[in-house]
């Protein structure tokens, strides 16, 4: 009796595994087709905060309770066609031809990141287009792990198979970080220039966008000689940039 017994319980552990197996792949199923419903309500539905919105107020809270997002909803046709071919040509010059991810920036990213790690260096490189950027404000975090990038990833072929290019820049200039506390392009307008993001000249546009890998930083450092480096940069290339 007791060597039939043993098959039987090693059976029973891995039909638990197996089950548990199952259990967890319905789970995570089941959560990206939450994500997917999300997906296509943002593209009917202004969204009222993000992710990284929500993070950042819990961070400010700690030190003040009362503290609160500057941050202002504004329509596509609102926002200055400066400040959206500004941004294009900062974050993403083939914004309107690529699926979601450029491969090839993203590898580059990476083999910089590399040699900067290995100078002991802190300046990193990032390798995100604009959809990728919008999937993780959105739905994610500032983490980074390879679980998080992957995910960022299926929300990034998500989003591009559910929303138009115009959709998706208007998303992401509504809920991108523009200082401390400061989200989205109207904010940033009036945080730094008292006006509207309609009335956005070229240059202040080049500069919001020069900002905006480390706009926390920016916006306590707002004339470093790379910042104005910068923004001449993202100036002179403009004109070419390509918007919805």
């Not at 999300?38 to 009222?48: F, H, N, S, T």
């Not at 989205?184 to 309609?198: D, I, Q, T």
């Not at 004109?239 to 919805?244: D, K, L, M, S, Y």
């Amino acid at each position: 009796m007791a060597k039939t017994g043993r098959p039987a319980r090693r059976m029973s552990g891995w039909r638990l595994a197996a089950m548990a197996a199952m259990a967890l792949l319905c789970l995570v199923l089941l959560y990206q087709l939450w994500l997917f419903c999300m997906v296509v309500w943002y593209a009917y539905r202004d969204p009222g905060s993000s992710a990284v919105m929500r993070q950042e107020l819990s961070r400010l809270r700690e030190d003040d309770p009362k503290a609160e997002l500057q941050y202002v909803w504004v329509p596509y046709d609102r926002i200055s066609s400066s400040l959206k071919r500004a941004v294009v040509a900062s974050e993403d010059a083939n914004f309107i031809e690529h699926d979601g991810v450029e491969w090839e920036a993203v590898r580059k990213a990476w083999e910089y990141n590399q040699r900067q790690e290995e100078l002991g260096r802190s300046r990193r490189r990032g390798g995100s287009t604009i959809t990728q950027q919008l999937a993780k404000n959105l739905f994610l975090s500032g983490s980074r792990t390879y679980l998080r990038k992957g995910q960022e990833l299926v929300l990034t072929y998500m989003i591009e198979h559910v929303m138009p290019k115009e959709r998706i820049l208007e998303l992401y200039l509504n809920v991108a970080e523009w200082g401390n506390g400061v989200f989205g392009a109207e904010a940033a307008a009036r945080h730094y220039y008292k006006m509207s993001a309609a009335g956005l000249g070229a240059y202040q546009a080049a500069r919001l966008a020069a900002m905006l890998p480390n706009p926390r930083y920016y916006d306590r450092h707002r004339s470093t000689g790379y910042l104005n480096s910068r923004t001449a940069t993202i100036a002179a290339r403009m004109r070419h940039a390509e918007i919805p």
